[in-house]
């Protein structure tokens, strides 16, 4: 197939996606439309299928190697096309994934003091810091539809009562929003103030939507010294279950650092999943262009079913992801997620598992075709009002 031809996005059938996403299908009941975990209703890039089906006809069922220098050729191409901005190829590892990345750069990278967690948060990475062993500061962000920025003051409170590491995750999950070249430049002040660390995931880069552009932390003049970024393809291209993200990692002495650490710190990255995010960034540029178009068209296709449906929602403008932060709130629901599920067999994440103590929130995928996100908002409405 030539790498270089647009590709379309291929929508799932229901049989097709209950049998292509376990988890997220495989785990409703037959009359429940999933919309919760971050995983997307459609077929995987034919380029990136194709790398991964020769693989496994060759056999490639083995041990990984415990170094690819090609990984950090074609993320660093990638980036440079889709950015502007690359890393040096070196500064490129492999890991397992891309929570099991940010977990290794704590573990090794970080003092032994607390890890600030800015909320909401994905909350798969909740008490990540526990599993560091070190303290969790939750840096509370108003859960409002207005306000969706890191609060450079308590950031500075918590450096300063000791804290020693900021997981910053962007483009944000659940927020959606693609930080600015200005807001990651007041981040790293803070930081620098504090001589603390910063690991920085940036799993959505791929999917900033138009109008929004992405710059990753390490773009950032004077973060070198400080800070690693966690990057992977697997969201972008649906291959999370394949098992290798990459850790990016610009200073030779860090590097040096996580070089020296036993095999078993982190060798559980697969092969094919090297195979899969090779093919997805050397080859998977023309695809990836399509799945954000149909994201921008989704995203549009949400807001005018929201005013239709659901007026009193409120929601930030989609900057990145596909993953809808809702204020449901005004339909006086504490748990909307439960709600939606038992009256309206839509299964949506409960927004309290990203932001402890929030009510009436919830994290809508809009990943799907254009009927199934109308149906899943239809449902909503009657369900909440
Ligand atoms: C912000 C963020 N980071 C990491 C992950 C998980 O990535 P992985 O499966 O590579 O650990 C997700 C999954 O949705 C996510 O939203």
Redesign the pocket.
């Known amino acids: 197939m030539a790498p270089d031809v647009r590709r379309p996005v291929v929508d799932l059938t229901e049989a097709e996606a209950r049998r292509a996403l376990p988890l997220k299908w495989g785990t409703v009941p037959d009359d429940v439309i999933p919309a919760w975990v ?1 995983e997307m209703d459609y077929a995987v890039d034919p380029v990136v299928l194709e790398a991964v089906q020769r693989a496994l006809a060759d056999g490639v069922t083995g041990y990984p190697l415990d170094h690819y220098p090609e990984l950090g050729e074609a993320y660093a191409g990638w980036a440079g096309r889709h950015f502007g901005w690359a890393p040096d190829a070196a500064a490129v590892r492999a890991v397992v ?4 990345g940010v977990r290794l750069a704590i573990d090794v990278l970080s003092g032994p003091e607390g890890v600030v967690f800015p909320t909401p948060g ?1 909350n ?2 909740h008490r990540l810091a526990g599993i560091t062993g070190r303290a969790e500061h939750l840096l509370e962000v108003p859960a409002s539809a207005e306000r969706a920025e890191i609060d450079l003051d308590r950031l500075d409170r918590l450096l300063a009562d000791g804290a020693q590491t900021l997981i910053l ?1 962007q483009p944000h ?1 659940p927020w959606g929003r693609a930080f600015t070249r200005a807001e990651l430049e007041g981040i790293r002040d803070v930081v620098l103030r504090h001589g603390a660390r910063v690991v920085c ?1 940036e ?2 880069a791929p999917l900033v939507l138009p109008g929004a552009e992405h710059v990753s932390y390490l773009a950032i003049d004077g973060t070198h010294d400080h800070a690693v970024a966690v990057v ?1 393809a ?2 972008a291209f649906n291959t ?1 279950g394949l098992k290798c ?1 990459q850790l990016v990692v610009p200073s030779a002495a860090d590097r040096a650092r996580l070089d020296e650490e036993p095999m078993s710190r982190n060798d559980s990255y697969s092969a094919l999943g090297v195979v899969a995010a090779l093919a997805a960034y050397d080859h998977g540029d023309p695809w990836l262009a399509s799945l954000v178009e149909r994201l921008d068209q989704q995203r549009s296709l949400l807001g005018s079913l929201l005013a239709t449906h659901l007026p009193e929602v409120r929601m930030r403008p989609l900057e990145a992801t596909y993953l809808a932060w809702l204020d449901a709130s005004a339909y006086g629901h504490d748990d909307a997620a439960a709600v939606a599920l038992e009256r309206g067999r839509v299964r949506l994440s409960d927004g309290a598992s990203y932001a402890p103590g929030s009510t009436g929130h919830v994290r809508l995928n809009i990943a799907t075709s254009p009927d199934r996100l109308t149906e899943i908002v239809e449902r909503l409405a009657k369900a909440w009002t």
Do not use: L
């Open positions: 971050a994934d891309v929570t099991g994905y798969a990475q995750n999950n995931d799993i959505f992977s697997s969201k999370a993200a």
